[in-house]
């Protein structure tokens, strides 16, 4: 990563985009934020929920750290984050109780999870505090998004196994003009509980995980084939 | 002093305390002001919560009070204060509500719980509970219909040992998969009949607008 310069260093705008959705995913390449993510994720529309929280939270403290970054000295930088993070989030909550309270309802209980969730420090430390205001947004944007698909994909794998529904409840988070997403993919189908349950979220995740590590390596597979067919000196 | 001179000085631990002390004060500040700006719609947005559930276990034509206006509190068996929210037409009370609360499989089901003058369930509705998604979220109206039997039952219909899921010999359906759940709501609500039972005749006691707003509260002690 850039290292803090005098010059403006140009923005990496595709490779923010790339390390926040899939190389650097928050879930599959750092595997931070796991205790939330294993704890919201029995449905695909809790695993929305809880994405869409901390985008929105992700990058509003990746601006303002990356606002303040030459004022911090490094010594005392942790605390100041976490304050600032902690402080954002009890903003973010208590606004939406009193002014989006229906929305409330179904995002309160994210919300308070989200002041665990060490991603937001992880990006404050490792990105925002030593980049421009600009880039910083569209890091939390994509490191937000990320997450919040990969949320989304554990959520779903785990409820159509879990109760043989996707989206449950989508109306009540989106409002009723989304409820088409609610889809009940097996009738009569009597759940498979652990799925639900904690440790499905573990093996859901392994699976998740796993399957990162084969399309990598198919990936890398195919960059090989293609430079060794591109260079003259190597038989095809 | 200018930015670059700011900047030296980073490194002395006079500025390192200053700056977390002050990043402390504007966190705190800002939380205080937050707090105080939203604390009366938060309040309004939840007594609005409140009207809409109690709405859903006592019927508009039992009342022409505000339900929230006229609560009365009662120590339940346990001597935890129970407040106790009364439909009055024209100072007679008609129906009340109150929350009852279970030992779930994660933790509490809170419940709301209507009833009429003669202790029949005209409504119950679960206001918060912690059960897994899918499973033990049937006892919400908004998942399943389950909570719905209970209406028009009361305590001698069925009968006290009968109030129960059926593994338990009771008359209660459980849900496949999860047992603790609807027998922890079955339960309290047992015990809001039980309570309702202990406490009928102050409950229902006539009242006017002016010592229903609190001066009840002597005759619980």
New interface residues.
Partial sequence: MTTPTNRQPLIQWGRIARDGLWSNNVILGQLLALCPTLAVTGTATNGLGMGLATTAVLTVSNMLVAAIRHLIAPEVRIPVYIVLIATLVTLVDLGLNAYAHELHKVLGLFIALIVVNCAILGRAESFASKNTVLASAFDGLMMGLGFTLMLVVLGGMREIIGSGTLFAGASLLLGPAMGFLELHLIPDYRGFLVSILPPGGFLALGLLLAGKRVIDARIHAAQQRRTATTDPTTPA | MN?LA??KQ??SVA??SL??GG??AL?AS??VV??R??RA??AQ?HA??MNASLAQVIPPTLHDNDLLANMLTLPDADGTAIPVYRALVAGQVRALAFQVTGRGYAGDIDVLLGLDTDGRILGARVLAHKE????GDKIEV?KADWILAFNGLSLGHPPPERWAVKKDGGDFDQF??ATITPRAVVKALKGGLDFFAANRALLIAPTTESEASGGHDDNAH
């Fill in positions: 930015l700011v900047l980073r490194q500025y390192q700056l977390l990043t402390v966190a800002l939380l937050a707090d700006v939203t719609p938060i947005r609005e919560d897994t998604p899918g499973l908004a496949s998969g």
